[in-house]
Nanobody
């Protein structure tokens, strides 16, 4: 069984910063891509940022230059540093990872989500 546990969400003023963390645990053999998605009320879930096992990154245009995704492979953890936050960044942020366990093929796993609210 694999779990993704997120932390670091909260309320922040416009222009502020937050750092999200997501740790994967369980019978993990390997992790390929890891990333972050978000879903605002009334909107579809969208990709925010992703990072490959080799460190290649990909960002949504709306967060390019403000957000930075990184990972610690030894800790099976992915991070999202969010700077210059805007009210439109308000959403539930979900961690995602492609994980192969010791007894199953590669598949998609999701965290439970963490609320980020940007408001004055």
């Amino acid at each position: 069984q694999v779990q993704l546990v997120e932390s670091g969400g909260g309320l922040v003023q416009p222009g502020g910063s937050l750092r999200l963390s997501c740790a994967a645990s369980g019978s993990i053999f390997s992790i390929n891509n890891m990333g972050w998605y978000r879903q605002a009320p009334g909107k579809e879930r969208e990709l925010v940022a992703a990072i490959t096992s080799g460190g290649r990154t990909n960002y949504a245009d709306s967060v390019q230059g403000r957000f930075t995704v990184s990972r610690d492979n030894a800790k099976n953890t992915v991070y999202l540093q969010m700077n210059s936050l805007k009210p439109e960044d308000t959403a539930v942020y979900y961690c995602n990872a492609d994980i192969r366990t010791w007894n199953s093929a590669l598949r998609d796993y999701w965290g439970q989500g963490t609320q980020v609210t940007v408001s004055s």
